[in-house]
């Protein structure tokens, strides 16, 4: 079973930028699509970016769009997003899944996930 820790979050100023880390243990991680997700307090958990295992198919939120990019080093079995000009409303826990197939939008399409990481974005 892959095991998944996120790290890299922290507190920002509006327009700062972070590195966000998704490594796995206990399995593979170059065999999955890997997506991003984040909630906000109150809201429901939201698609922020996704990359197929080979790297060759990415998706971007409208919000991410521009901003963050995704990508991933299968040599050390992590997946990154790397997020600029930032927000307040970015504010939110960060969490990544693994699925097989292509990366999907959608929660539920997820088998395993992070525990999350808090990404605060000051005003």
């Known amino acids: 079973q892959v095991q998944l820790v996120e790290s890299g979050g922290g507190l920002v100023q509006a327009g700062g930028s972070l590195r966000l880390s998704c490594a796995a243990s206990g399995g593979i991680l170059s065999v999955y699509a890997v997506g991003w997700f984040r909630q906000a307090p109150g809201k429901e958990r939201e698609f922020v970016a996704g990359i197929s295992w080979g790297g060759v198919t990415i998706y971007y939120s409208d919000s991410a769009q521009g901003r963050f990019t995704i990508s991933r080093d299968n040599a050390k079995n992590t997946v990154y997003l790397q997020m600029r000009s930032l927000k307040p409303e970015d504010t939110a826990v960060y969490y990544c899944?693994?699925?097989?197939?292509?990366?999907?939008?959608?929660?539920?399409?997820?088998?395993?996930w992070g525990q999350g990481t808090q990404v605060t974005v000051s005003s």
């Open positions: 899944a693994t699925r097989s197939g292509n990366p999907e939008a959608v929660v539920a399409a997820y088998d395993y």
